[in-house]
């Protein structure tokens, strides 16, 4: 919310570009799009919008004033963990010429079979994300009652900052849940201790993954002063059985 409100005040002529993600990984903050999109064009900067997290099914940045939608197809979008891609969606006939031209000359052209993998994966991203969101409400209000988790940050709980923002741009709340565990060391263990949350990176399969984002997605920044806390887990929540999902976190909470 800060994020949006007071971004107009880091911008000037010289901006030319605002690069946001919403929600963002791993801690869940929420943009207000279309609020940041109209203070990034009053100093004519474009918009690109990193929607890996939410897809196209739960949250459309275009609609909303971005002018590039970003997008991990490694994640949600391929879906099943057995592909690594992206791409990027404009509705700017000059900016879209600009980017082919780019794509062209740089070689950055993905294969037809990765291309094939992500196309059949999005036939089923809107079954998928369906279950991925009722999953991940249901394990975030299983975490908001445990006493071993410190806060639990995911923008479908009511008492989440960015709650009402989400309400309003996106049609549910993704499958991305993080959480403060009681110190560094609990989560360490705890991330090892899970059976069917695999301990790895990425995330948008359909299988549960869980990880330390301070010793593994986020050690790059572990120095800078936006680095993660060092107790933060965070979850992808899969489409498996909800109840066995939070069975095995319950079993791996309790040491
Ligand atoms: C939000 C987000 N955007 C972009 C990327 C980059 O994706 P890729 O691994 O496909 O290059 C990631 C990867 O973790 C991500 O989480």
Redesign the pocket.
């Known amino acids: 919310q800060e994020i949006s409100t007071g971004l107009g005040e880091h911008l000037d002529e010289k901006t030319r570009l605002v690069w946001l993600?919403s929600p963002t990984?791993p801690l869940l903050n929420l943009v207000d799009i279309r609020a940041a999109a109209e203070a990034a064009h009053a100093f004519g900067a474009l918009v690109v919008v990193?929607n890996?997290?939410a897809t196209p099914y739960l949250q459309q940045p275009l609609s909303l004033g971005a002018d590039v939608v970003?997008h991990?197809?490694?994640?949600y979008l391929g879906g099943h963990s057995d592909v690594?891609?992206?791409f990027l969606a404009t509705n700017d006939d000059g900016i879209s010429e600009r980017l082919a031209f780019l794509q062209k000359s740089l070689g950055a052209v993905p294969g037809p079979f990765d291309s094939w993998l992500v196309l059949r994966g999005v036939k089923t991203l809107a079954v998928r994300m369906e279950k991925h969101c009722e999953n991940a409400i249901a394990i975030a209000a299983f975490l908001e009652r445990e006493t071993r988790v410190e806060r639990v940050l995911y923008p479908g709980l009511p008492t989440h900052p960015g709650h009402e923002i989400a309400a309003a741009q996106m049609r549910n709340f993704g499958g991305m849940v993080s959480f403060l565990a009681g110190s560094e060391e609990e989560a360490v263990a705890l991330v090892a201790r899970t059976k069917i949350w695999k301990l790895a990176e990425?995330?948008g399969g359909v299988e549960s993954l869980i990880e330390q984002p301070a010793r593994m997605?986020h050690a790059s920044t572990a120095d800078a002063p936006f680095a993660v806390p060092p107790s933060l887990v965070r979850l992808s929540v899969g489409i498996e059985a909800a109840h066995d999902l939070i069975d095995d976190l319950d079993v791996a909470l309790a040491g």
């Open positions: 993600e990984n990193d890996t997290f970003l991990s197809t490694t994640k690594v891609g992206g990425s995330l997605t």
